[in-house]
């Protein structure tokens, strides 16, 4: 549960995955539908899913050359890593910000003044 909490623990980084989670699943379908009507696509769907997780699928990148099967696949494996690095950098922003914000407002709170 507390691996879980890494990619989902604020509601900044669920949106997150939702929204790359939506976006990849219609650009893919699209771009299988298309194929299946006209046996190519012109288009091409990285253009879309690759900047959607940027920082971290850089990370990820590598694999796409490295991986057997699907064109698909492989781009959807990446994004998911790279949406997950994502989350889990919102996250680490998201404490930090938190723990920064407890912090002053103890600093000002009636009691530390009482205290100090």
């Known amino acids: 549960m507390r691996i879980a909490r890494?990619?989902?623990?604020s509601w900044v980084s669920r949106i997150y995955l939702?929204?790359?989670?939506?976006?990849?699943t219609y650009v893919v379908a699209s771009a299988s539908i298309q194929t299946t009507q006209s046996g190519y696509t012109d288009s091409m769907?990285?253009?879309?899913?690759?900047?959607?997780s940027m920082p971290g699928v850089l990370l990820?990148?590598?694999?796409?050359?490295?991986t057997?099967?699907?064109w698909w696949l492989s781009l959807v494996v990446c994004v998911a890593i790279g949406a997950l690095i994502n989350a889990a950098?919102?996250?680490?922003?998201?404490?930090?910000?938190?723990?920064?914000r407890t912090r002053r407002t103890e600093a000002h709170s009636p009691a530390a003044e009482a205290i100090g």
Not at 18 to 24: D, G, I, Q, W
Not at 45 to 52: A, F, G, K, T
Not at 89 to 100: H, K, P, Q, T
Request: glycine share 4%; net charge positive; charged share 5%.
């Open 89 to 100: 950098a919102i996250n680490v922003v998201a404490s930090v910000l938190r723990r920064s």
């Open 60 to 66: 990820t990148l590598p694999m796409i050359m490295t």
């Open 68 to 70: 057997q099967g699907p």
């Open 6 to 9: 890494w990619f989902v623990g």
């Open 18 to 24: 939702a929204v790359v989670a939506a976006v990849t």
């Open 45 to 52: 769907p990285e253009i879309v899913l690759l900047p959607l």
